[in-house]
């Protein structure tokens, strides 16, 4: 698939009292990703073929009150330290979202880039309201915060 023109790119940096390594692992946990959807979205994984953070597929839904968006996700290795999940279908014309492990002088960093675009018409209207702006940014505020109260303990 190719990468539409209208990329748009998200970052969130944290520093965690933690190491690179068990940020990792908290994201290998099979039930990391419910923990990470702030509610009160719901998941729903129907399939879960990853072998690795760096390898496999994973389809599920989420559930936004009555309104369900399916997503499929394929994982792949990072560039660097960390993985990658790309939307092969659903909602967005173009989505990849990094997780990058970085060791820092006082623990660890864990930074979420996240490359994507809209598609056109009402579909894209309605991913603009539910994966952009201010929800993004409270999505990643979630997923961070939620990120130090498992690492930190």
Do not use: C
């Not at 969130?12 to 990391?32: C, G, I, M, V, Y």
């Not at 290795?77 to 909602?91: E, K, L, R, T, V």
Request: proline share 5%.
């Amino acid at each position: 698939m190719s990468a539409p023109v209208n990329l748009r790119v998200f970052e969130k940096r944290s520093e965690f009292k933690t190491t690179a390594s068990q940020l990792e692992a908290f994201h290998q946990d099979p039930t990391a990703l419910r923990k990470l959807t702030p509610p009160p979205i719901i998941v729903q994984v129907h399939s879960d073929h990853r072998q690795s953070l760096t390898e496999g597929d994973l389809i599920f839904t989420l559930w936004f009150g009555f309104l369900p968006v399916r997503w499929h996700a394929r994982h792949e290795a990072a560039a660097s330290a960390g993985f990658a999940d790309i939307q092969i279908s659903g909602p967005m014309s173009f989505w990849r979202h990094e997780h990058l492990f970085e060791a820092t002088e006082s623990g660890a960093a864990l930074i979420d880039r996240v490359t994507y675009a809209h598609k056109s018409g009402f579909a894209g209207l309605m991913t603009k309201l539910m994966f952009d702006g201010l929800p993004l940014r409270f999505l990643f505020f979630y997923r961070h915060m939620r990120t130090r109260q498992a690492v930190e303990r």
